[in-house]
């Protein structure tokens, strides 16, 4: 490497005396002035830093070579970030001690010339050292910043494998308790009044959605539900039967459904899976615009584009909140109060599982889920389904 302004033998020898001269001038000013904590375990560190910043400064005068600088720089970094001074602080102390060399050099008896010459190679050799130094700085909290993000992750990942074997666990032993009170419910009602019929009809339908709910918690744990027998089917008679099905309740809400469904779209999964899904996406719609007063909206669309099968599904709802959105397809995180948070990681699962993806785009006009799957003929083409059975 070559030093930008170059000096003759004399202005070096020159140079190198002045700073010789006033090295403890220097140290002792940067001391003073330089903001340095006093709980900060490398405290003693500092000074003898400071003294090798200087001494480092002489050498980068005689030989311009940046082997010194980094293995400097490397060190100090390094303890400014387990001291946890924050990159700002850390450049002002740098750019204090060339402030304090500017200072004394200016109160030198030599001419303006030399000290404008001095000062280019001072600021030469600063520029040098904060480009390393913040290098290094910010590479070691970048490692810090992953390390954690790593830790988090795999904390985050044991802790939903728990999770998912708790809510297995619980789930098997609420099923099996219902099935019993579904049975006994079913030779009560034939025993029944005419008049309780509709008491009845709510108990089943209360026990359905707990039922629904388990389901659920059985996805979420991979323990039933993902591996069921595929096939090719028509998903767009699925998306018609699903909305057939819900009629019931957007009529009761009042919420205006439009499709534009594409007809003979077949895909390769499971026909019940998919029900979950657009069963999951749809309440949320329904939940999200019954508290609403202006006019409620969903909208359905379903086309093929790009050997791709696209299921858009919208409403014109509140906007999901930016910190959500992000994680809005993790388990346990829910838009509602009272939400459970599985539907959606569930839909994510199924999705996935069918070779396809899910988004979700959120604005103040409208919230709208799109999905993409491959598509295939009633043929298997261009998918290969046998490959796909075996998965």
Known sequence: MKMKIELTNNETKQLIDLFDRYHDTILSEWLKLASISEDDPYRDEVTINGGHTIRLIVAYIRDPETD??????????????????????FISNINLGRSIIYRVFSKMDISESYQMKYLL??????????????TEYTNVKDSIIQNKNLFIQEMHSDRLSILGQIAASFAHEFRNPLTSIKG?????????KP?????????????????????????????????????????????RRMLEFLYP??????????????????????EEQMKQVLLNILNNAVEELSNMDDDRMVNVKLYELDGLIHLNISNNGPIIPA?????????????????????????????????????????????????TFPVVTKKGDPYDNDSLQRQ
Do not use: W
Not at 249 to 262: G, Q
């Open 184 to 192: 006994f419910i079913q030779m009560i009602e034939k025993e029944a």
């Open 68 to 89: 010194l600088i980094v293995q400097l720089t490397k060190k100090v970094a390094r303890e400014r970030v387990e001291a946890n001074v924050g990159i700002g602080e």
């Open 121 to 134: 190679v001072v600021n030469d050799f600063f520029d040098l050292y904060m480009f390393h130094a913040i």
């Open 249 to 270: 309740r957007f009529l009761d809400e009042n919420i205006n459904v439009y499709h534009e469904l594409e007809k003979d779209l077949h895909m390769f999964g499971v």
């Open 195 to 239: 008049g309780t019929r509709t008491y009845f009809n709510i108990i089943k339908q209360e026990l359905e959605n707990l039922e629904g709910k388990i389901t659920q918690f059985l996805y979420l744990s991979k323990m039933k539900g993902l591996d069921d027998e595929s096939e090719i089917f028509p998903i767009d008679k699925v998306v």
């Open 323 to 371: 910190h959500l959105l992000e994680d809005i397809f993790e388990p346990f995180i829910s838009t509602k109060q009272l939400g459970t948070g599985l539907g959606l990681s569930v839909c994510k699962q199924i999705v996935e599982k069918h070779k396809g993806s899910i988004q979700v785009h959120s604005t103040i006009e409208e919230t709208t889920f799109l999905m």
